[in-house]
């Protein structure tokens, strides 16, 4: 299943918001920069963990996903990353929703609990994300076909 790669500025991703920090600006003194990401987030669980997310340049092919039973925030710090997106109902994929979305760095978003996706690969050499999210289970479902960026 062929899905054209689209702009995340042009696209509406159910279950997930956006915030571009790059238009907030930053904070700065002689010896530190302070750079907010100000989106909050209500998670269930107060067992938070936070990690760094770094890919390489990859093909956006994907015969998976990946949900979780709580929000997942992340911060993206070099990019910019295409990610997939895909709704899910009844345990299953809905394959028609699936949307593979470009990320530039400077963006913050959250996805829903529940909201289907998958891990970020890079669309040029490399892409880093900060990922905060409580501690919790990442169960995968199998696509029923193979899901192609173009």
């Known amino acids: 299943m062929n899905v054209k790669i689209q702009d995340l500025k042009d696209v509406t991703i159910n279950g997930v918001k956006t915030l571009c920090t790059k238009s907030l600006g930053s904070y700065k003194e002689t010896f530190f920069e302070w750079t907010a990401f100000p989106m909050a987030v209500?998670?269930?669980?107060?067992?938070?963990?936070?990690?760094?997310?770094?890919?390489?340049?990859?093909?956006?092919?994907?015969?998976?996903?990946?949900?979780?039973?709580?929000?997942?925030?992340?911060?993206?710090?070099?990019?910019?990353?295409?990610?997939?997106?895909?709704?899910?109902?009844?345990?299953?994929?809905?394959?028609?929703?699936?949307?593979?979305?470009?990320?530039?760095?400077?963006?913050?978003?959250?996805?829903?609990?529940?909201?289907?996706?998958?891990?970020?690969?890079?669309?040029?050499?490399?892409?880093k994300a900060l990922v905060v999210a409580p501690v919790q289970d990442s169960p995968r479902i199998t696509l029923d076909e193979t899901v192609c960026g173009e």
């Open 42 to 127: 209500d998670f269930k669980s107060t067992r938070i963990a936070c990690g760094l997310l770094e890919g390489w340049h990859h093909t956006p092919t994907f015969n998976e996903i990946e949900y979780h039973e709580d929000a997942e925030l992340f911060y993206f710090l070099e990019g910019p990353a295409l990610m997939l997106f895909v709704d899910i109902k009844a345990g299953k994929a809905v394959m028609e929703s699936a949307q593979i979305v470009r990320i530039p760095a400077g963006t913050e978003l959250s996805i829903d609990p529940g909201k289907g996706h998958f891990v970020a690969v890079a669309e040029g050499d490399t892409m």
